[in-house]
């Protein structure tokens, strides 16, 4: 695979061309004199571990960040892009990694705003809705139009990030980890939909961590590791241990196979749990019972939108309880909030990194407190900066997380090294109760081993971990026990070891063993 752009679709003039696009931030040289072509109807691959620079070459595509050299041409003729608003003016549209909707606002609301300032478009926000609606009919990624954002899962925010780029008709579709919350069914029909545009002229660029995404989907892929492109050319051509090295540059680290015994002190103990029911929320979640020992993974399966965000909030305390218990190492915390069960050894890994787990425009030192203010605070109410600036330091020292300084804004981090200092905070106080939600959703195959590997330190050490995630080899590679959520229902949790696939699945979609009591 040599680094020469070769397109698979002749000599016609690229859609879009990349001449030496360099862009430097503080202390990192993100993209490093990058040169990219893509033809019309190409869809493009675009692979890289976190920090190789792929978001950030698409912020300069689209307008969001100028490049400090190079060129962009569009259709053969040089363009500066200003603003997103000026890249989609021209014809282009992209699906951020990072959600950008306004979370008080309807969906159909958010589309209206996206929209705003493009010709050709019905303002009338009921033919508008109709209009987005028949759409994702069409595509078969349905969506609620008049759902506040807030209310919404991870996969549905997607689906309302991919509808509203689609209905532009763009040139070029920009996708920045589009298949990330989305089902394998979902995907399936979402490829579809996907080559159909690209059969009608439209270039799509599609950023993925999934190598099988990449190689069945591509049409070329480009390689970048540390803001330089290591590689051009056909990704079905190329065998998975292939990309692999080009991503990372050697050969990715094996997970510990040790397992420690599950103990025998309950450190979470949920019977019967029910919350308070959002008046805008259409799925009501049935009472959930289930215990994790010390030294313990349990892993919950569920396509996106089936009750993972009310049960995270229901243990975080985040939803109020109307019936049934919460017990932390013994302690009955059902009456209690956040701040008191976070004082007893609880900790959570969130789904949304950028709004419910860090704040993008505070410094890393500053998102540290964000559940860790007792360790700094003194009954004066002053705060240890020193002691503060210390852990953060160490949090991404053993963490590997790849920034300048920890006094670098949050919102500056890629989505892996943001990942890996969350999931550095939850860990620094050695919790009893460890709460992963998604945690590898989005981060490259590197990122996600040193997850992995943290993940199963905490379970040797003793924690209790309840692992939320759609990844199903995430769960059996992880997992002691296993279950699955469906409308809201949580099914019996089974060994790993005894629970078929297949049958996992059949919980999934609300068939099978459906039980509500856990079993051990």
């Known amino acids: 695979m040599g680094v020469p752009d070769e397109s698979p679709h002749g000599a016609r003039t690229p859609r879009l061309e990349l001449i030496g696009i360099t862009r430097r931030y503080p202390g990192v040289l ?24 792929k978001s950030t070459l698409m912020r300069c595509i689209y307008g969001v960040d100028p490049p400090d050299a190079g060129e962009i041409l569009w259709n053969g003729r040089q363009v ?19 959600f950008s909707l306004i979370e008080p606002l309807t969906v159909i609301d958010n589309v209206r705003l996206y929209l705003d300032g493009v010709d050709g478009f019905d303002r009338d926000p009921v033919s508008m809705a109709a209009n987005f609606l028949s759409l994702a009919e069409e595509l078969e990624l349905p969506v609620d139009p008049l759902a506040r954002v807030d209310d919404l899962s991870p996969g549905e925010r997607q689906r309302i990030e991919i509808l509203r780029c689609l209905m532009l008709k763009p040139e070029l579709l920009i996708l920045d980890e589009p298949t990330a919350a989305l089902t394998p069914g979902e995907v399936a029909q979402f490829f579809k939909v996907l080559r159909t545009i690209s059969g009608t002229g439209c270039s799509i660029l ?30 079905a051509a190329m065998s998975e241990a292939e990309l692999t090295i080009l991503l990372v540059g050697e050969e990715t680290p094996a997970l510990p196979p040790a397992r420690t015994p599950v103990g025998s002190q309950v450190l979470l103990d949920l019977d019967g749990l029910t919350g308070i029911a959002n008046a805008r929320d259409s799925l009501q979640m049935q009472p959930v019972s289930l215990q994790i020992r010390s030294g313990e993974i349990v892993g919950i399966a569920g396509i996106s939108g089936n009750g993972q965000e009310q049960l995270n909030h229901l243990i975080s305390g985040e939803a109020g309880a109307r019936g049934g218990r919460l017990s932390i190492s013994g302690q009955d915390l059902t009456r209690h909030g956040p701040a008191r069960r976070y004082a007893s050894g609880l900790q959570i890994v969130p789904a949304e990194r950028t709004h419910q787990g860090a704040i993008p425009a505070m ?38 997380v790849r920034t300048p300084h920890e006094h670098a804004n949050a919102g500056t981090l890629s989505g892996g090294n943001l990942q890996k200092f969350l999931l550095g905070r939850a860990l620094l106080d050695q919790p009893q109760v460890l709460i992963c939600n998604h945690p590898t959703w989005g981060v490259d195959l590197r990122a996600a081993h040193a997850i992995h590997r943290h993940i199963l330190e905490a379970r040797s050490q003793g924690a209790a971990i309840l692992l939320i995630t759609e990844d199903l080899d995430e769960l059996y590679l992880l997992a002691d026990r296993i279950g699955a959520l469906s409308a809201g229902r949580i099914s019996a949790l089974r060994p790993t070891r005894e629970l078929p696939l297949h049958e996992l699945g059949l919980w999934m979609t609300g068939g099978g063993e459906m039980n509500s009591r856990d079993t051990a």
Not at 80 to 90: E, F, I, Q
Request: charged letters at 25%; aromatic letters at 4%; one cysteine or more.
């Open 363 to 400: 410094s890393l030192a500053d998102n540290l407190l964000l559940t860790n203010v007792h360790r700094y605070a003194s009954r004066s109410g002053t705060l240890d900066r020193q002691h503060l600036a210390r852990d953060s330091r160490e949090i991404i020292k053993n963490f590997d």
């Open 80 to 98: 500066r892009m200003g603003s997103p608003r000026v890249a989609r003016a021209l014809g282009m549209a992209m699906v951020f990694q990072h």
């Open 30 to 53: 993100a993209n490093d004199s990058i040169d990219l072509r893509i033809a019309p109807g190409e869809i493009r691959g675009l692979l890289g571990e976190n920090g190789s620079g």
């Open 206 to 235: 599609f950023i993925s961590h999934k190598l099988p995404e990449v190689r069945v989907l591509c049409d070329q892929v480009t390689v970048l590791r540390r803001g330089k492109v290591t590689g051009h050319g056909n990704p």
